[in-house]
Structure formats: structure tokens, C-alpha cells
């Protein structure tokens, strides 16, 4: 990487980019790879008293860790000639078009930034290996990287990104769509009081159910479990009324279906109110030592190990992408946890015009157009807590801009940020793409409030974004550098428990053990 005493973009101030401890940053390009949320498958803004991150100044302005220098804003006023940006992504289907069409559509508002996107391949995974092997020559770096939420740490460490935070304070105009953002999100993407990402995708896991099951069981359809808790007590009704002869429930094997992604049991302990990991979640200081021995974590793993042995829960692996989608279709299970990224696809399902491309399936060996689900009744409810609904963290994909040395292309990605921040641009990301909306002006929209109350899809969509509006800013979830391997670890785990009979205890303290070295290592390529 280009060292910061020799790169001119930061030579005038004489300091490093912030990290809120100023510690080395000597990370290691082949630092293992992001894990995606599926194919189907977060965020910064300061609201008007900057004071979402639990009392603390989120860094979108005032912030003594950022520079206004470090972020070249001016630069594409000097520009003679269309500055050429290339922005890095790894969506699939309608999300992925989305974009294109956004960037089509801000290349012909202007004449100052051609912007050409580019899919790195069928997941975070495949595009953050792709990532770390460019570090090594940044010039091969994208300018703009759309990167999973669970990159963050990995992102700062890596020295090659600028925090949007110094944009902010070097645009002072940009202040007010910045402070326009839900202040989770907000929470979710400040590191040590300063704002990484510029802009933000995010989504909220959400319950999805068989409705005419729930009917047959003598469930209300409308009233959907709220608590994993219930959530087990549909299951068994469910299985109850199954062994009653009930006709339409003779095709169920399992009540519940979950792909095992640590992402669910993540939401569940942040809705807890329970930290992963030291130094306030990682949030005051890099995360040095694991905290998954907490009696959340093991409540979690313990709910899920007795729901897979008394056959109420159908385990499916992480790797397998589609198992727990066709489960639901099928009619073999009534309940899933599932993204909500998934709404504008299920929809699509049931309207017969799903295509293999609209979900990056074009391998499966079948035509979705020909799959029949139209009598498929589906409801969505909030992804259930321990305690309650829409309980728990921020998830998604968050935009950072890349420093090449090149000050006019950090100009150009940032008013490709700033186009996409817009408000129309983010109702057409929550309508196309079931990414949430994150503005206040953007849920305030005519069209999108029209879609939340008059279509299936909206008010689906409608449920996903009361979550992430109610999320608590003052516990936002973990910043961990391993969290690859975290979620490595603990997916493995919930396979143990659920599909092989394994001790949630004995796995917690292996799974436990793993972390803390991975922690460990993380640290080391820090130089710590």
C-alpha cells in the first residue's frame, strides 16, 4: 500500500487517517475472506445532536479524529475531462440492476463522472478475496466498494479507504442528508467516534409464513410469532395438527426451516442487549477478546438444538443457498427466518415472474419462470427475539470510498455517493432492490408510503423498515476485524448442535476458543 508520508492526497495535514486508537496498521492482504448473507440477500448520518453512537459524537461533523483534507471533495472542479470511476459490487438479480440502472441513470444527469460498475462475482466472499489481492497493488482497487456490514473493522484496518466522515466536514453541505439518516444506522457504521461508510444498504432479517398452514393449524395468519418462543409453539401446533390428519399439513416434515447463518443468533443476543466481543462491543477500542460465552449465546444455541431434536426445525447447511427457499415453496415447512432482502424476490415468486437471473441462479438446472407458487400464501412478520419483534442489529452493505492517490476520483465517487443518498434514489433501492429505507425523507415519500399500504410487496417491506427504525442506537451490534472467521466458526457450530447431535456446551467452549484466537491473530497483523 502507498504509505501515508508519500502520498500527496495527505501530505498538507501531516497525520494519519483516524483510527480512533492511531495503532499500526500493518494487516496482512491475505486476511481471510468475507462470508455472504446469500445470494439473496449497512451506514452513517448524524442526527441533528450527533448523539446515536450511545452518547457519543458519531465524527459525520465536529469530530477532532477526522480531517477535512483527507477527503479531496474540489477536486472534480479541476477535472478538463469526464472522471472515470469504477464502482465494485456483488449483488445479484433486481439489486444488481437496480444499480445499474442508477449509475446509468446519474451518468447521463451530468458530465463531469462516468461511473461503470462492475459485479465481482456471486458474493461478498468472492469480491473481498478479490479486494485483499488488490491491496497489494492499489491501483487495481476499485474507487467505490459496496462491502458487506460485517467488513467494517476490516475496511479501517486496511488503510486504503477514507472516512466519509472527513467528506462531510470537508462538504458542509452535506451535513443535512447526512443527519436525515435513521440513527442506528448511523450507530451501526461509526467506529471510535468516526463515520466510515458514505453511503448504506441495509436490511433486517423478518419472519416469513405459510399462511394457509397457520389457518389449518388454527393459527392467526395476521398475528405472527413474535418471540422465538412462540415461534415454537406455532411449530408445535403445527406438527399437532399434522398428526391429527389435518389434510392440509400432510406435506410438512419440519414446521420450521433456517439456513444456519450466526446472523440470526447475532440479532438475537444484540436484541438481548448482549456484547460478542470487549471494549464495548468493539465499538471504544478494537476487539480483543471474545464474550460469546454470554447466557444469551448458549440460550440461542440451546433453543435451536431442542427445536432440531423434537423435529420441529429443518437445519440447513450455509452452503446449501436455495434448501430452506424451496422448503417454503414446496410446502414441507411453515416458518423461516429469512433476510428481507428476499421480499422483492418472494414476491416475484408468486407473481410467476421470477427468472433464474433475477436471483443469480442461472446454474440451478431448471427455469424458475416454469416453478408455480402462485397459490403460495405467504405473511411477514418481524424477525422474532427473545423478547420481542425487529430486535437486534444492522445488517447489509455499505459503500466506502477507496483512496487511490487520485484526489479527482474520490471527488467523483463521493457525488456518486451523494446522488445515491438522494431520496428518490433510495426509494428506488427499498422498491427494486428490498434494501430499506434509511432517510427520513425517503420514508416520507409519496410513491414508497403509497407502496407500504397498498401492495404485498410494500407492506412486507413496510414491516422491515419499523425494524430498522426501532432498532436501539445505543447498542448497535459487534465491529469485529475476524468476523469472517467468526461467522466461520459459529455457523459451524450451529451445524454441530442441530444436525449432529453435539453438546451446546462442549461446541460453545471449542467455538469460544476459536474466536479468541482468531481475535488474537487479527491483533498480531496489527502489530499489536
Not at 51 to 67: F, I, P, Q, Y
Not at 355 to 361: I, L, P, Q, R, Y
Amino acid at each position: 500500500m502507498t504509505s501515508m508520508n508519500s502520498d500527496p492526497l495527505h501530505a498538507s495535514s501531516g497525520t494519519r487517517r483516524p483510527s480512533a486508537l492511531h495503532r499500526s496498521r500493518g494487516i496482512r492482504v491475505a486476511i481471510a475472506a468475507v462470508a455472504t448473507l446469500g445470494v439473496l440477500g449497512s451506514a452513517c448520518g448524524n442526527d441533528s445532536g450527533g448523539n446515536a453512537n450511545g452518547g457519543k459524537e458519531t465524527g459525520t461533523e465536529g469530530s477532532s479524529l477526522v480531517n477535512a483534507d483527507d477527503c479531496p471533495v474540489k477536486a472534480l472542479y479541476d477535472a478538463t475531462s469526464p472522471v472515470e470511476i469504477t464502482v465494485w459490487h456483488a449483488w445479484l438479480g433486481k439489486a444488481r440492476k437496480n444499480l445499474e440502472d442508477l449509475a446509468t441513470k446519474f451518468n447521463e444527469s451530468q458530465d463531469k463522472v462516468i461511473v461503470h460498475v462492475e459485479s465481482q462475482g456471486s458474493g461478498y466472499e468472492e469480491m473481498h478475496k478479490k479486494y485483499t489481492d488488490a491491496m497489494a497493488t492499489p491501483e487495481s482497487l476499485p474507487d467505490f466498494i459496496l462491502s458487506q456490514d460485517t467488513n467494517t473493522q476490516f475496511m479501517i484496518d486496511s488503510d486504503t479507504v477514507i472516512p466519509a466522515a472527513a467528506c462531510v466536514k470537508a462538504d458542509p453541505e452535506s451535513e443535512a442528508t447526512y443527519a436525515d439518516f435513521n440513527p442506528a444506522v448511523v450507530a451501526a457504521y461509526t467506529v471510535e467516534d468516526v463515520m466510515w461508510p458514505a453511503t448504506f444498504h441495509v436490511s433486517q432479517p423478518v419472519l416469513y409464513i405459510n399462511r394457509n398452514h397457520f389457518k389449518a393449524a388454527g393459527l392467526d395468519p395476521d398475528n405472527p410469532p413474535k418471540t422465538l418462543a412462540e415461534v415454537r409453539a406455532a411449530a408445535e401446533a403445527i406438527m399437532a395438527a399434522k398428526d391429527k390428519g389435518v389434510p392440509e399439513l400432510q406435506g410438512v416434515s419440519n414446521p420450521m426451516v433456517l439456513r444456519l447463518d450466526s446472523a440470526w443468533m447475532e440479532n438475537w443476543v444484540t436484541g438481548a442487549g448482549a456484547n460478542m466481543v470487549n471494549n464495548d462491543n468493539g465499538r471504544s477500542g478494537l476487539a480483543t477478546e471474545s464474550e460469546m460465552m454470554d447466557p444469551k449465546v448458549k440460550e440461542s444455541f440451546e433453543w435451536l438444538k431442542k427445536m432440531a431434536d423434537d423435529k420441529l426445525l429443518n437445519a440447513v447447511p450455509f452452503t446449501n443457498q436455495f434448501g430452506q427457499l424451496f422448503a417454503m415453496a414446496l410446502g414441507q415447512s411453515s416458518i423461516l427466518i429469512e433476510t428481507s432482502t428476499a421480499i422483492t424476490t418472494v414476491d416475484a415468486a408468486i407473481e410467476g415472474t421470477l427468472t433464474n437471473e433475477d436471483v443469480g441462479a442461472e446454474n440451478l438446472g431448471i427455469d424458475l419462470s416454469t416453478v408455480k407458487v402462485d397459490t403460495l400464501d405467504v405473511g411477514v412478520g418481524g424477525g422474532p427475539g427473545f423478547t420481542g419483534e425487529g430486535l437486534g442489529q444492522v445488517g447489509g452493505a455499505a459503500g466506502y470510498l477507496v483512496d487511490r492517490g487520485k484526489p479527482e476520483s474520490i471527488a467523483a465517487a463521493w457525488a456518486f455517493t451523494k446522488f445515491l443518498n438522494e431520496a428518490p434514489q433510495q426509494v428506488a433501492f427499498t422498491l427494486e432492490g428490498s434494501y430499506l429505507p434509511i432517510r427520513k425523507a425517503a420514508r416520507k415519500d409519496a410513491a414508497l408510503e403509497k407502496e407500504f399500504t397498498s401492495t404485498r410487496r410494500g407492506k412486507w417491506l413496510a414491516i422491515a423498515a419499523d425494524a430498522i427504525d426501532n432498532l436501539d442506537a445505543e447498542h448497535p451490534g459487534p465491529v469485529v476485524g475476524p468476523y469472517n472467521e467468526f461467522r466461520d466458526i459459529y455457523r459451524k457450530a450451529l451445524e454441530s448442535v442441530t444436525t449432529q447431535g453435539s453438546s451446546a456446551d462442549q461446541v460453545l467452549t471449542d467455538s469460544n476458543t476459536k474466536f479468541n484466537e482468531a481475535l488474537a491473530a487479527y491483533k498480531k497483523d496489527l502489530g499489536g
